[in-house]
């Protein structure tokens, strides 16, 4: 079984879409939970640290349930340059970090 | 502003070759990582050191050593390389910081072939 598990997708939306994706960790210890952005052939880079309470930055918001073990990320009003494969890492201990597989979105005109 | 640095950033061998791969860090952060990234796999962890002189295993860390002589360098090596070993390597270091623990710092990453 798989650390931390997400749709693999693709999303494929419009413009200005609001879309959501989620992630599951199997670990109930887990520490830290965050969003990285991967574009094509890129590296990953990190969006947004997801917190207990959920947080927002911008259009993007983020949110936590302990009690299910899964977080999402929801993006509003999508843009052309959010088209890329979202992350989800699960700091499970102070030295590691769980990457799910990814989910795509594809945001089309 | 290097950040992370990779090199090689291609490189392709023959099953049995040895080579070494090059991470270089100028934020003087205490924890390197090496992780593969394979098709429908996300990342996963093979190496990490947390500060020089220090190393430790990873999720998948047979056929690959590491070293970290130097705080700014985590070498990444594999002795007798396999065709399962075709992939997209990463380095990544982070702060030791609690407040921003999360955020790692890639690099480009290093596309190896092994035929």
């Known amino acids: 079984r798989k650390e931390v598990e997400q749709d693999p997708g693709p999303f494929n939306v419009p413009e200005g879409a609001t879309v959501a994706f989620n992630c599951t960790y199997s670990?109930?210890?887990?520490?830290?939970f965050f969003w990285y952005r991967q574009d094509c052939r890129k590296e990953p880079k990190l969006l947004m640290s997801v917190y207990s309470s959920g947080n927002e930055d911008g259009r993007f918001t983020a949110q936590l349930n302990r009690a299910s073990q899964y977080i999402s990320l929801l993006i509003r009003d999508s843009k052309l340059s959010d088209s890329a494969t979202y992350l989800c890492v699960v700091n499970m201990d102070f030295n590691k970090f769980y990457f799910g597989s990814g989910t795509k979105l594809n945001v089309k005109p | 502003n290097a950040g992370v640095t990779q090199t090689p950033k291609f490189r392709v061998l023959k099953t049995g070759q040895s080579m070494t791969l090059l991470c270089a860090q100028d934020m003087n952060h205490e924890y390197m990582y090496w992780y593969r990234q394979d098709p429908g796999m996300g990342l996963r962890l093979i190496h990490y050191s947390v500060g020089e002189g220090t190393t430790a295993k990873g999720e998948v860390p047979d056929g690959y050593n590491v070293s970290r002589l130097k705080k700014q360098n985590f070498l990444l090596g594999l002795e007798s390389a396999a065709p399962s070993q075709t992939s997209v390597y990463f380095c990544?270091?982070?702060?030791?910081?609690?407040?921003?623990?999360?955020?790692?710092?890639f690099g480009e990453g290093s596309r190896l072939t092994v035929l």
């Open positions: 990544a270091s982070r702060l030791n910081s609690a407040g921003r623990a999360g955020e790692l710092f």
């Open positions: 670990n109930s210890a887990s520490q830290s």
